[in-house]
């Protein structure tokens, strides 16, 4: 069974930095100011097309109630009930649709209450719950907020912290020799597909008697395509007897039943589903702490001896605005044998980078047993590699500390230096750097994978057949990616985006999914004029 904590993530939280929550003006001219709203939402998100943000025009239902009092006709204050409140940008700011909402005069505390979608109600206080239809994922997400609570005008807080109420399901499906997905269909059967949320107090209620076939929202990026992913958003059940999966496709239909006994709220659960010819192989994800920057780990990836999942957050006093828990600083899927990491994941935002400077302070990961890691104090002897770095430093210059995580041995890996790691990958990483800007995070992931034939090692270390990177990063409300793939060799020139491919290829090419969360389609696109 694999599941995931969906507030486990803390990084998509950067975007709402907390002191928006001061936004609510104090008037003391004596006039009535009218509410609005800052939000947040915990976690990563279940159906945010844009991670746990909002997008344009979304619609928030808004209860203002008597302090302390449970939700109902008799607690409602100011007529304040299911207000709809729309984020016209997008950016997480609220505002009425219609006729303002003002705190009582006689300045007696308040809670408020919200949810998202906003709908009219048949009855004001249960949100009917329907996940049949999951041709648009955002139309039957459930978000809920009631953290605001003995409020009165002279307070600041007036920041929504929204949690998801339901699951998600999420299969990234590969034609693993090939094979065209075009016309896949994918059915879960065996859950609840209705429910009744109580807004005074979240309890969600699920219809013993409904129990209709879900087919999965499945993005296929093009008809000749060889990947793609589905969702399902789900009604959470604490005990389930049985979930049996139908894949259609090519006019066949083979049953599969999932290794789920529950879904829990705010949980995210995936797999890998593997089509080869005309057999399906269901690979599931891993239990891991991961991130929207983070490639997709199976179980037979975490099972394998070999491979150890490493995760380093920032040494320093940074932490999530809304948690309070420490920031990450990047991951690492490392392979023992080899003795570097296939990969290293992480978020890039402006608070990473400062003035410490480059430390130079090679050594030992602390996460990982020093047999496992070369000793690489004094380099590769001048013999034109260089301890070429996965997460740059220059990638972490808030603090000298941060800074020295970059120079662990781990970290690196033996690259050509003159004409690969000192030139045109050196630009590259300058300006990824310079994609920080018109975006709250960049995605980054670089790695480094060893040739299939004759191995050539350096101090124990396996020399990289080559190099990439991928990103991923969101503006204007829509999420753009690219990579690039250098081999380990010396380029005569300086121009990298001769080398960028769209994600969707590098993963052909190296077997990861990357972004698993981002829609298939935007990882088959490549626009480089969006990174120019």
Not at 39 to 66: F, Q
Not at 374 to 398: E, K, M, V, W
Request: aromatic fraction near 10%.
């Amino acid at each position: 069974m694999i599941k995931f904590k969906l507030w486990s993530s803390v990084f998509l939280l950067f975007l709402f930095a907390c002191n928006q929550e001061d936004n609510q003006p104090i008037d003391n001219s004596g006039q009535a100011t009218a509410i609005h709203f800052t939000s947040t939402v915990k976690g990563v998100a279940l159906t945010r097309a844009n991670g746990a943000s909002w997008t344009v025009n979304d619609s928030i239902g808004v209860y203002m109630k008597k302090s302390g009092e449970s939700l109902s006709a008799g607690s409602i204050v100011n007529s304040a009930a299911n207000l709809l409140y729309t984020t016209k940008n997008g950016d997480g700011n609220f505002v009425t649709a219609g006729t303002d909402l003002y705190y009582p005069e006689d300045q007696s505390q308040v809670d408020f209450i919200a949810y998202y979608p906003q709908r009219t109600l048949s009855d004001p206080y249960v949100y009917p719950v329907n996940v049949t239809d999951q041709t648009d994922l955002e139309a039957i997400d459930l978000l809920y907020s009631n953290n605001l609570t003995g409020i009165t005008s002279r307070s600041n807080a007036v920041n929504l912290a929204f949690t998801h109420q339901l699951s998600r399901l999420i299969l990234n499906v590969k034609g693993t020799d090939n094979s065209k997905l075009t016309g896949l269909k994918l059915k879960l059967s065996g859950l609840k597909t209705k429910a009744a949320f109580s807004l005074a107090d979240a309890t969600l209620t699920p219809d013993q008697t409904a129990t209709d076939t879900i087919v999965m929202h499945t993005s296929v990026a093009a008809v000749t395509s060889t990947t793609g992913i589905a969702q399902a958003i789900l009604i959470p059940e604490s005990s389930i007897s049985k979930i049996t999966l139908t894949v259609e496709l090519n006019g066949t239909k083979k049953h599969y039943d999932l290794s789920l006994t529950s879904l829990d709220r705010g949980t995210e659960y995936s797999y890998n589903l593997n089509i080869t010819g005309g057999d399906t192989s269901i690979d599931p994800q891993a239990s891991y702490k991961r991130w929207t920057e983070t490639p997709l780990i199976t179980e037979s990836m975490i099972n394998d001896p070999d491979l150890l999942y490493v995760n380093h957050d920032m040494p320093n006093s940074m932490v999530d605005p809304v948690s309070g828990k420490e920031m990450r600083n990047y991951s690492m899927l490392y392979s023992k044998s080899n003795k570097i990491a296939y990969w290293v994941a992480y978020p890039l935002f402006p608070a990473c980078t400062g003035s410490s400077g480059r430390t130079d302070a090679w050594a030992y990961d602390p996460n990982i047993a020093e047999t496992y890691q070369a000793n690489l104090s004094s380099g590769f002897g001048g013999n034109g590699y260089d301890r070429g770095h996965q997460i740059p430093s220059a990638d972490r210059t808030c603090d000298v500390a941060t800074n020295r995580t970059t120079f662990y041995y781990s970290n690196m890996t033996p690259q050509i230096g003159v004409g690969l790691n000192q030139t045109i990958w050196a630009s590259l990483e300058t300006k990824v750097r310079s994609w920080m800007s018109g975006t709250d995070t960049l995605y980054v992931v670089t790695g480094a994978i060893p040739p299939t034939g004759t191995v050539t090692q350096m101090k124990g270390m396996t020399v990289p057949a080559y190099y990439f990177k991928a990103l991923a990063r969101r503006i204007n409300g829509s999420f753009t990616t690219i990579a690039f793939k250098f081999d380990n060799k010396v380029y005569s020139g300086n121009n990298y985006m001769e080398e960028a491919i769209s994600v969707q290829d590098l993963e052909t090419v190296t077997g990861y999914t990357f972004f698993p969360t981002i829609d298939s389609s935007v990882k088959a696109t490549l626009d480089t004029s969006k990174w120019n």
